[in-house]
């Protein structure tokens, strides 16, 4: 009823059937299912006022940025209220890309390919992001670096990025080592002030790493506290088995790491998901 009512306000319940259909059509070639379709119109009701002539422009323009085919699909299903915005106003954000960060064409693509939200930022905002970075140290190549390795870097707002800054800083991190974290892992800014408070803690305070080993290991950031690395310690630590070198307890298989510590892969992965079970419950996964 609520996507009706959407619909309705919209004035896409005057549009002929055979249009409706047509355009239906149309966006189902390219999202690839009724279950996309559907998703996308949910999220972008409006997408059905988009005529045959202004969809062919934007999908030429997208092959010339070098998103055709399978990767415009994609990026459509991602975002699908991106082909609403005019192409002028993506090839705005384009132009910024190549003109503000020094991008070639190749770096274009890739950046939109892995943030198409991008499109939808304002210039203003992409400006306040870009000024934040160059404050925190970092050069205008190392922000094209950081963009084209982790573009949601230019997509988060300010207010959401300083928290893991703050963060940082806590722990004893000077402005110098802010940016060196950001030229070395900018997707440490993804992460929820909650979950960047305990995976330091986790390894700096239980233990005992330099914040800097913590910092230089982009899998320290990555891996999953409760349902990968808080299992392996506890599961080590029940049988009084030591984690071996540093990373690889971390990186190796959970065959490879119940081996490691003299178990049947079997009995770990019972002790893992028992261990999530409860860390879900809210007892932190504690026997």
């Known amino acids: 009823q ?9 004035g896409l319940l ?6 409706v259909q047509a355009r239906c059509l ?9 279950k996309s379709l559907l998703r996308a119109l949910k999220q ?14 934007k999908e030429k323009y997208f092959m010339e940025l070098g998103i055709g085919g399978e990767d415009f699909r994609r990026a459509a299903a991602k975002r699908p209220d991106l082909l609403l915005r005019s192409v002028a106003s993506c090839e705005a954000t384009a132009g910024w890309l190549r003109r503000r960060l020094g991008m070639d064409a190749a770096q274009v693509r890739l950046t939109l390919l892995r943030e198409p939200n991008l499109l939808a930022r304002s210039l203003p905002a992409l400006e306040e992001n870009f000024a934040w970075l160059l404050e925190l140290g970092l050069s205008p190549q190392d922000v094209q670096e950081a963009a084209v390795q ?8 300010v207010s959401s990025m300083e928290e893991k800054i703050e963060v940082l800083e806590a722990y004893g991190l000077d402005l110098e080592g802010v940016g060196e974290v950001l030229r070395r892992h900018p997707c440490v800014v993804s992460l929820s002030r909650a979950t960047l408070e305990d995976k330091l803690s986790f390894f700096v305070d239980e233990r005992g790493w330099a914040l800097e080993d913590v910092l230089r290991s982009r899998k320290c950031l990555t891996y999953s506290l409760s349902r990968r690395l808080r ?3 506890q599961f080590a630590r ?17 065959a490879q790491f119940a081996r490691s510590v003299g178990a049947d892969p079997e009995a770990f992965a019972a002790f893992r998901d028992a261990y999530v079970r409860r860390a879900r419950k809210g007892d932190g996964g504690s026997p």
């Open 231 to 233: 299992p392996r310690v």
């Open 2 to 10: 609520a996507h009706l009512e959407r619909l309705a306000r919209a």
């Open 238 to 254: 029940s049988r009084g088995a030591p984690l071996g070198t540093k990373v690889r307890w971390m990186d190796c298989s959970d």
């Open 26 to 34: 149309r966006l189902r070639a390219l999202l690839g299912d009724d």
């Open 150 to 157: 982790f573009p949601s870097v230019l997509r988060y707002s």
């Open 44 to 57: 972008a009701p409006s997408l059905l006022r988009m005529t045959e002539k202004t969809f062919r422009e």
């Open 14 to 19: 005057h549009l002929p059937p055979p249009e």
